[in-house]
């Protein structure tokens, strides 16, 4: 939305204890819901498509054939959020290192299509900021916290994949797509998921909620 520069509130939802105005209005329970006057739209990518279809500049590719590339990508997202955040997730050294080689697949294909692309850098699709970015970039800022404590560093091996991360998140639409506490309470969750990373963690004010 900070792409397309269209006024908005945000509400966010505490996920642990859901209000039940959202519950009513959220057919899955899931965060993010987009209400445009009285109607709800929800799932990511399909309220990313009304966005572009409603307020130019259109962030899709024009020509069908880069459009349904775009999409395929988009569709492998939750694919490769799955395996990144796995990494993350895992409750011991073995977990996170099966974790990592998983990852690795993952990586491998998105590293692939980077590769393949007709114009690099720094985004998805060249010069302009698309619909992949926006899809990718809350995985790939998720992750670099988690590799802030981990230290693994997966994404060397893929310099495309990792210099794509760096653009994302040096680009204000998406470091203003959080609240400010958002490394704190994400830090916060991994202690609450009591996972390995999380046993990194050493603010004394993040450990002790
Ligand atoms: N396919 C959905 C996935 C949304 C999703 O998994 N949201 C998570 C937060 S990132 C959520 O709301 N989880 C709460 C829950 O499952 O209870 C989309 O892209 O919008």
């Not at 709800?40 to 399909?46: G, K, P, Q, Y």
Request: overall charge negative.
């Amino acid at each position: 939305m900070r792409a397309k520069k269209v006024q908005f509130d945000v509400t966010y939802i505490n996920l642990l204890d859901k209000p039940k105005w959202f519950l009513d209005i959220s057919p899955h329970g899931k965060v993010p819901l987009l209400i445009v006057e009285d109607k709800v739209l929800f799932e990511s990518n399909a309220i990313a498509e009304y966005l572009d279809e409603v307020v130019p500049p259109q962030l899709h590719p024009m020509d069908p054939i880069k459009k349904a590339h775009n999409r395929a990508w988009t569709d492998f997202v939750p694919q490769f959020a799955k395996a990144l955040g796995a990494i993350g997730y895992s409750k011991n050294l073995d977990e996170m290192n099966e974790a990592i080689l998983n990852a690795h697949k993952a990586l491998e294909k998105i590293e692939g299509a980077l590769i393949n692309r007709d114009e690099h850098g720094p985004f998805f699709n060249g010069k302009k900021l698309c619909l992949v970015d926006a899809a990718y970039a809350p995985f790939l800022q998720r992750y670099r916290l988690i590799d802030k404590l981990l230290n693994n560093k997966v994404l060397k091996d893929f310099p495309y994949t990792d210099s794509w991360a760096d653009n994302l998140l040096s680009d204000e639409r998406v470091v203003l797509a959080v609240p400010d506490n958002f490394e704190e309470e994400f830090f916060a969750s991994l202690i609450r998921r009591k996972t390995y990373a999380g046993s990194f963690i050493k603010d004394s004010n993040i450990a002790a909620e």
